[in-house]
């Protein structure tokens, strides 16, 4: 996967579970988690207003909101502020550059909103990609198989049953649970998936 880093009403879409729960406890969890989402998806208003807020940042390239505002890290990373720090840092000519490409203010402005359910079983939060800037034509040969045509934010959904990718999953929310927030995971560049290979 190529990272840069977090107009459909239609259901979130996913890969659905591989694997079985290993636990009655694990499956009300995965459930729970399930539901949340399903409900998060439906608030499209608020997910256009994240959006924007969080291209805003990377326009100004304000490393230090960002690094509060990320989820590039999953859980059992050591020391994932520094890591998080140096990546926007390393990237953030880049990362502003794309940025820039978004019209925040146009009136069509994330009009497609692409959710992905959770897979708990791969330790993946929910997502949502929302395409940007202009679209661009495909590579060639070859192209055919490879997608975004425009560039994507990632944006993961950071709850109280799953706050963390590959991090525990809860079947309720723990005491002191944070409200979920939608967290910035990547930009993701024109052309630079394939969809004959599954999720990277």
Request: charge should be positive; hydrophobic fraction near 40%.
């Amino acid at each position: 996967m190529v990272v840069l880093a977090c107009a459909s009403n239609a259901p979130a879409q996913g890969l659905g579970p591989s694997v079985e729960p290993s636990s009655p406890e694990q499956g009300r969890a995965w459930k729970a988690l399930q539901k949340e989402f399903a409900e998060v998806s439906q608030g499209e208003a608020q997910v256009r207003a994240e959006a924007r807020r969080i291209l805003r940042l990377l326009q100004k390239g304000d490393v230090d909101a960002l690094v509060e505002e990320c989820t590039m890290y999953d859980a059992s990373a050591k020391d994932r502020k520094e890591l998080t720090r140096k990546f926007l840092v390393e990237n953030k000519a880049d990362l502003m550059k794309r940025a820039k490409l978004a019209d925040l203010d146009a009136i069509d402005f994330a009009a497609q909103l692409q959710f992905r359910s959770p897979e708990p079983e791969a330790g993946m939060p929910g997502e949502v990609a929302v395409p940007f800037g202009p679209q661009l034509a495909a590579p060639k040969p070859g192209g055919r198989h490879l997608y975004p045509e425009r560039n994507e934010l990632v944006l993961m959904w950071s709850g109280p049953y799953m706050p963390e990718a590959n991090g525990p999953v809860h079947a309720k929310p723990q005491p002191g649970a944070k409200p979920g927030r939608w967290r910035f995971y990547q930009i993701t560049k024109p052309y630079s998936l394939d969809r004959n290979v599954g999720r990277l």
